[in-house]
């Protein structure tokens, strides 16, 4: 049913055989990146086949224009798009004048691999182009580390049947476009070019920005240990004609990479030459050694090990790979795109997605000071939060943090979601509410977090209703995660949400009302704008089924014909590509958790039997047709002691891109939903949480597993949780400092 031709390992991601319709999937899926710049799984040499060459840099987009057929007050003006840059990578080689291109050649022999550990792509192939030439390629590349602008190639070429006069050309490819452009405008224009012996410099203007971008390669050429002179240069090439003798080998090795002025305020030609000088001297086996010791580090904190279950051991370790080639924190004007370095999907920086999943990644495996950036990046951006609140008439320092965004502004191109599915509210808060819990930092509190809580609180006090009929309060008129259902009254998990963040916000405020009154003042609030707040989560209004005895998604879903999923059709499935968007509205079907997500949020505040009565209920009428939505089914799945569920879920989530369940892995990976795995692990089987000074876990295991084990960076060391059947196992530099909490039967000892 779906990908078959990934083989199963537990460090590697390895296509053996060429076939070209899977070349669109691999180029996503064997995709590099650094949390700076990356590129896609795309071949060096020409291919004249289906292919998508993809160069992206963190931070640069461009404003494409909204498509709508009409226009709405507040409406976006644009939809920010990742730019697609010059390909450093290129090569274009000829056999006796016949060009190497896999589209038309007779592959004898293929592979490829991605070696996680080490964070580098390898591929080795022997083919026959039609003059009879046999030849073997090994090419070896990764985007480094060490000098985070910089990739690096290694490409031998070895005659395997007899001499032959060989042309190489060695270039960076301008004339690249990105295919999800709205109005099929071009993005990049090329604005210089400066070669000389060995290298060549591109620099490139975002059209419609200041966005610019220097693209640089350095090519050197090698017959054995001796370097080769260019025969000439061209236009961005540089050329060599050579008589390479049977079983002889010529190894290409390039340098390449992009600085733009997002990063840097100097030249940025004068930078790219100094990166490649700075790269040279270093020298390829040096910074491949320092790749090498690079991932192990990061392996050592995110790492998780799962035996007994290949498939599920490539999975998780695939998605933590892709999440730390997304994203490291080291810049906090950068966030987790959803596409990350893989594709141009979607587009924007960042969705609700950041704080929903991928927070607890990040806050669990490194520093605070990542997961802190990520925070700042929101914090940076409460300004133009509070003048999107103002589009839609709210005032008094009210903030929406846009559903997509690459600046702090709005630019999604549909309302449902720009301005209906403010639910994303209630992550930025939660991200927050498990910072605090994580790291007691409350000086983060005091100084950034509160007021972005109380701008929140703004928020949600100004946009519910008094409804006389229900004497409650309601909030009409959202889309919550499920995106089947839009523009609904009183969607069950926007309303508790809504409720918590303002009780939340009023508990911080008593504890700085206490300690730093200054603090307090310094919002100005209204008479009776607190009393207000509290009044509201005193009365707020949940949808209830009386005959269900639960909570509604929203006010509507009991009038609809409630049919269980198993009772759709195969053939009309999935949704979205079989049935009307006026159907998928009347329908009760959920494209992914919403109650569900409001339960694995606000797991603490009810009981073990209504998150099981909850769960079962929706369950029965959820497609799964987000990426998002498996992974918190998983959890909560776990939560109430259905492992086998669970598991099923898990594998999902941890598979969706390897396996591409959803038939659209060639637009590139779901990055944020990766994430979801790790929680599925990390917080479903393991029962991990952090509150203030104490850690719980109530860790479960599937019987497909004997053991798993997963690594918390918590009070600045590295704590590794083993999980058996009836032990588990916890290792830690000092355990005498950790207060954990075991609610399982399994016994616990320590290393």
């Known amino acids: 049913m779906y990908n078959s031709y990934l083989e199963h390992s537990e460090w590697s991601i390895i296509e053996s055989g060429f076939k070209k319709e899977n070349h669109m999937s691999s180029e996503s899926i064997f995709s590099l990146g650094n949390g700076i710049f990356g590129q896609r799984g795309n071949f060096e040499e020409d291919y004249t086949g289906d292919k998508l060459d993809g160069n992206y840099v963190g931070g640069i987009f461009f404003p494409?224009?909204?498509?709508?057929?009409?226009?709405?007050?507040?409406?976006?003006?644009?939809?920010?798009?990742?730019?697609?840059?010059?390909?450093?990578?290129?090569?274009?080689?000829?056999?006796?004048?016949?060009?190497?291109?896999?589209?038309?050649?007779?592959?004898?022999?293929?592979?490829?691999?991605?070696?996680?550990?080490?964070?580098?792509?390898?591929?080795?192939?022997?083919?026959?182009?039609?003059?009879?030439?046999?030849?073997?390629?090994?090419?070896?590349?990764?985007?480094?580390?060490?000098?985070?602008?910089?990739g690096m190639l290694r490409y031998t070429i070895t005659s395997l049947n007899s001499d032959c006069d060989i042309t190489i050309k060695s270039f960076i490819d301008e004339n690249v476009v990105n295919v999800d452009s709205n109005w099929n405008e071009q993005f990049l224009k090329t604005e210089k070019i400066i070669q000389n012996d060995n290298s060549t410099f591109i620099k490139s203007k975002v059209l419609k920005t200041d966005f610019e971008i220097c693209s640089f390669s350095k090519t050197r050429i090698l017959s054995e240990k001796n370097e080769l002179s260019f025969s000439s240069k061209n236009d961005t090439s540089h050329n060599l004609n050579y008589k390479l003798g049977s079983n002889k080998k010529l190894t290409i090795e390039k340098i390449g990479g992009y600085v733009s002025n997002f990063s840097y305020s100097e030249d940025l030609l004068k930078k790219s030459s100094e990166l490649i000088n700075k790269c040279s001297e270093i020298g390829y086996q040096d910074l491949l050694q320092s790749q090498i010791e690079l991932w192990k580090d990061i392996w050592k904190k995110s790492d998780i090990?799962?035996?007994?279950?290949?498939?599920?051991?490539?999975?998780?370790?695939?998605?933590?790979?892709?999440?730390?080639?997304?994203?490291?924190?080291?810049?906090?004007?950068?966030?987790?795109?959803?596409?990350?370095?893989?594709?141009?999907?979607?587009?924007?920086?960042?969705?609700?997605?950041?704080?929903?999943?991928?927070?607890?990644?990040?806050?669990?495996?490194?520093?605070?000071?990542?997961?802190?950036?990520?925070?700042?990046?929101?914090?940076?951006?409460l300004e133009k939060a509070i003048l999107n609140a103002e589009k839609l008439g709210l005032n008094h320092g009210a903030a929406l943090y846009p559903m997509v965004t690459?600046?702090?502004?709005?630019?999604?191109?549909?309302?449902?979601?720009?301005?209906?599915?403010?639910?994303?509210?209630?992550?930025?808060?939660?991200?927050?509410?498990?910072?605090?819990?994580?790291?007691?930092?409350?000086?983060?509190?005091?100084?950034?977090?509160?007021?972005?809580?109380?701008?929140?609180?703004?928020?949600?006090?100004?946009?519910?209703?008094?409804?006389?009929?229900?004497?409650?309060?309601?909030?009409?008129?959202?889309?919550?995660?499920?995106?089947?259902?839009?523009?609904?009254?009183?969607n069950w998990y926007t309303n508790y949400g809504a409720s918590w963040c303002l009780r939340y916000a009023l508990k911080n405020?008593?504890?700085?009302?206490?300690?730093?009154?200054?603090?307090?003042?310094?919002?100005?609030?209204?008479?009776?704008?607190?009393?207000?707040?509290?009044?509201?989560?005193?009365?707020?209004?949940?949808?209830?089924?009386?005959e269900h005895n639960l909570y509604m998604q929203d006010d509507g879903f009991e009038d609809k014909e409630l049919i269980h999923v198993d009772e759709i059709p195969k053939r009309?499935?999935?949704?979205?590509?079989?049935?009307?968007?006026?159907?998928i509205l009347r329908s009760p079907y959920i494209k992914q958790g919403d109650v569900v997500q409001g339960i694995y949020y606000f797991e603490d505040e009810f009981s073990e039997e209504f998150i099981k009565n909850h769960f079962e209920f929706y369950e029965k009428y959820t497609v799964h047709e987000s990426s998002l939505s498996a992974s918190i089914h998983s959890v909560v799945a776990s939560h109430v002691n259905q492992i086998d569920?669970?598991?099923?879920?898990?594998?999902?989530?941890?598979?969706?891109?390897?396996?591409?369940?959803?038939?659209?892995?060639?637009?590139?990976?779901?990055?944020?939903?990766?994430?979801?795995?790790?929680?599925?692990?990390?917080?479903?089987?393991?029962?991990?949480?952090?509150?203030?000074?104490?850690?719980?876990?109530?860790?479960?295991?599937?019987?497909?597993?004997?053991?798993?084990?997963?690594?918390?960076?918590?009070?600045?060391?590295?704590?590794?949780?083993?999980?058996?059947?009836?032990?588990?196992?916890?290792?830690?530099?000092?355990?005498?400092?950790?207060n954990i909490e075991n609610l399982s039967s399994k016994i616990i000892s320590y290393e």
């Open 305 to 381: 090990i799962i035996t007994g279950d290949v498939k599920a051991q490539q999975g998780i370790r695939f998605n933590i790979f892709q999440l730390n080639q997304t994203y490291m924190g080291q810049n906090p004007n950068l966030n987790v795109g959803p596409k990350g370095f893989t594709g141009e999907k979607y587009g924007g920086g960042t969705y609700w997605d950041t704080e929903a999943y991928c927070f607890p990644f990040y806050l669990s495996t490194k520093k605070s000071d990542v997961a802190k950036n990520l925070l700042i990046y929101r914090f940076n951006q």
């Open 64 to 150: 494409d224009k909204t498509k709508v057929g009409w226009w709405k007050v507040g409406y976006p003006n644009y939809f920010a798009k990742t730019v697609n840059c010059p390909s450093w990578i290129r090569l274009s080689i000829k056999l006796d004048g016949e060009l190497l291109d896999l589209n038309k050649v007779k592959v004898n022999s293929y592979r490829k691999e991605l070696n996680m550990k080490h964070g580098v792509l390898r591929r080795t192939f022997e083919c026959e182009l039609i003059n009879g030439k046999k030849i073997k390629v090994e090419s070896e590349r990764f985007i480094s580390l060490k000098i985070q602008e910089v």
């Open 645 to 738: 569920k669970s598991y099923k879920y898990f594998l999902r989530s941890s598979r969706l891109d390897l396996d591409d369940y959803n038939k659209e892995i060639e637009q590139g990976l779901h990055i944020t939903s990766m994430a979801g795995s790790w929680i599925a692990l990390v917080e479903g089987f393991g029962g991990f949480k952090v509150s203030k000074d104490k850690i719980t876990i109530n860790p479960k295991i599937p019987k497909e597993w004997k053991s798993y084990q997963f690594n918390i960076f918590y009070n600045n060391q590295i704590i590794n949780f083993k999980v058996e059947e009836d032990s588990i196992l916890i290792n830690a530099e000092n355990t005498k400092e950790l």
């Open 406 to 490: 690459v600046n702090g502004e709005e630019c999604h191109n549909e309302w449902e979601i720009t301005f209906e599915e403010i639910h994303r509210n209630i992550s930025m808060v939660m991200a927050i509410k498990k910072y605090i819990d994580y790291t007691d930092d409350f000086d983060y509190m005091l100084n950034m977090g509160i007021e972005i809580v109380v701008a929140i609180a703004r928020f949600w006090a100004q946009r519910v209703s008094f409804s006389n009929k229900h004497k409650k309060f309601v909030i009409l008129g959202v889309t919550g995660p499920n995106e089947y259902e839009n523009n609904v009254n009183n």
């Open 509 to 546: 405020l008593e504890i700085i009302n206490e300690s730093n009154i200054e603090k307090f003042n310094s919002f100005n609030f209204e008479m009776g704008e607190l009393d207000f707040w509290k009044k509201v989560t005193e009365n707020m209004y949940y949808p209830f089924s009386e």
């Open 572 to 583: 009309e499935r999935p949704l979205n590509q079989n049935w009307s968007w006026d159907k």
